[in-house]
């Protein structure tokens, strides 16, 4: 496929927006976007918010914004599928000529958005937020999030792009792609790095949850970084035959002290270092065996085939049937 060049104008743009147990924040991402949106002059807009199972107040509240307001489309799923689940089915429910990912706290603030609309008249077809600077989140979140972006790029996809989450302006043509991605376990941004076309980042500072807790706590966050990682690369289970080799080497030395201890009398010594080698090689195998069946796993997600996620309901949208759930528009 050729890349595009040159400029464009855009007239329709998706926003599609994650929603999971917001009831707090939703009210201030209502007023924000009511008073953000008339600044898009001539650009006509749909917001796509994905009820993620919520098990507060959001989709009452999100009813009642799509009452009388056609531009406001809700997605409801029948149980939590999870945030990358959440986007995959914005994704699939917009149809804009371009697509916004937002969080519904707003951390990822609406300033940038102009710049990501000039970017995309630009010719770019992913215009990706990029943060310089993190407020309000703790040193761990900060760190965690830097080791983890390092260590993406430099074993699993040097194309990712660091400090980089979902909020981003993606063309229809990118968004098609990944809709037509039929893989399970979905690490999106890596998707959309490794879907290619011109990308480019726009700068900006991430603003604070003002209202709220993060959804993301250290396990889901753990659970999300090894997700990302094993499907996107086999470089843990290529680690696990390194590793393999080196303690096999080792093995083969003690194998030879030990035939050189027992040539020279000296065989009753030692057991410390045995059971310190039989932990060791026990510990290797029980690792090997996880990480091996971690991608046993993954397969066996895939292969099943099931829904990405289900859509319990829908307001100002009309509702696949389960043929095209996954992609409204048959695509
Ligand atoms: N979210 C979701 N499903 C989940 C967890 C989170 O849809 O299982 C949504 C959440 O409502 C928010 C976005 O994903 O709009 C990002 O979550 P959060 O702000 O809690 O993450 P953080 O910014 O702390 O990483
Ligand atoms: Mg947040």
Known sequence: M????????????????????????????????ETWLPTLGDVRYEIVLVDDGSSDNSFAFLTDWANNHPEIKVVSFSRNFGHQAAVTAGLAYASGEAVVI?????????SAVPDMIRRYEEGYDVVYGQRIAR??????KKATAWVFYRLMQKCVYKDLPKDTGDFRLVSRRVVDIVNAMPEAHRFLRGMFAWVGFRHIA????RDERRFGETKYPFSKMLRFAWQAITSFSALPIRLVCFWGALVACFGFLICLYALYSWC???TVQGWTSLMGLIAMLGGSCIL?????GEYVGNIFEEVKMR????????LNISQPDMETKQSPHGR
């Not at 937002?102 to 609406?110: H, K």
């Open 264 to 266: 020279v009398g000296d």
């Open 288 to 292: 090997a065996i996880g990480i091996v």
């Open 202 to 205: 726009v700068p900006y500072v």
């Open 2 to 33: 050729s890349q595009t060049s040159g400029s464009r104008t855009l007239s329709f743009l998706s926003f599609v927006i994650p929603v999971y147990n917001e009831q707090a924040t939703l009210p201030f991402l209502r007023e924000q976007l």
């Open 102 to 110: 937002l969080d519904a706290d707003l951390q990822d603030p609406l």
């Open 307 to 314: 829904p990405k996620y289900l859509v319990e309901k829908c």
């Open 135 to 140: 407020q309000g989140e703790t040193t761990f």
